[in-house]
């Protein structure tokens, strides 16, 4: 008995990877050419890595190129600067001080992932507010209730000064897609259950349908409901598999190698700030597989 005690932890994880295998394996492997351009679209700091960490190495081995916009710079999670600050109420200037911290902890991400610097574009819109900006706040700016600014005030942003309006967001994001001219556009879905990776899937949807290249863009989810991913913590050998969110979804699995795996784990420890309230969501993604689906394919049945 003392034994199937101490032995449970392992017995649950070997369970739970035999029974994952075998549905994460039926998925169909994205195993096109990565000798591609690829720009990811990250609502927040972070996102890059926990969607897209894998993908992202794969394209740089291939000698292609890797571009990341971040469409926020996680200025309204409040929890996180009361932690860092050690207050129970952070003030705006607490909250301004945190998006710039989290935007040196995105650079030293995307070079731990071998992204060159002046291949981040940082947007600087309002973290919980993009749709605002996307719905009623098209035209009309929109006040952060966490910073109390309305417009991009942080340096090192792609428009500073610019108002906190969806045309503002829009014009951004056009210029980039402009300048990247990308083959493959990865960016959340419409099912995440966070309101800022939904705005940024309605606005690559838009953007992309212009130009007529939905088929370019695949969707990821970070925000997958009921606590995925289970297990929490790291646990490298396990598989990522689809979210509750998600699961009609028609996902591709990309699989990663052992030092893709290791390599996104580091990746993920540069967003120390984000790590230390965080840390176990997001060593979760972390796992043998990354997944996307494409945008262009109709679902399947649930």
Known sequence: MTALVINAPWLLQQGYAWYYRGRVGALTPW?????????VL???????????????QKVQASGRQVFIAWMTLGDGFQWDAAL???????????LRKLAERRLGEAK???????????????????????LHLFLENFFTPYRS?????DRVAYPGTVS??????????????????????????VAPALEDAHVDHRATAYMALR????????????????HGGLEWPLPKGLHPGLYLEPPPRGRHLAWQRLDLTLEEEARKLQALKAHRS????????MEAFVRKNELFTPASNPPVAP
Request: aromatic content about 8%; glycine content about 10%.
């Open 108 to 130: 030293a991400a995307a070079r731990t992932l071998g992204v060159p610097e002046n291949h981040l574009f940082f947007l600087g819109y309002p973290d919980r507010g993009l």
């Open 274 to 281: 984000q790590m230390e309230i965080l840390g176990r969501f």
């Open 84 to 94: 860092l600050d050690r207050t129970l109420r952070p003030r705006p200037e607490d």
């Open 207 to 222: 953007l992309l349908g212009e130009r007529g290249w939905l088929s370019r863009l695949r969707f990821y989810i970070v």
């Open 145 to 149: 209730p966490a910073t109390r600014l």
């Open 42 to 56: 990250a609502p927040h700091p972070d996102d890059e890595t926990l969607a897209a960490g894998g993908l992202i």
């Open 31 to 39: 195993e096109g050419s990565f000798r591609q351009r690829l720009l």
């Open 160 to 185: 500073p000064g610019a108002p906190y309006t969806g045309e503002a967001w829009k014009t951004d994001l056009r210029r980039i897609l402009e300048r990247v001219a990308p083959d493959i556009v």
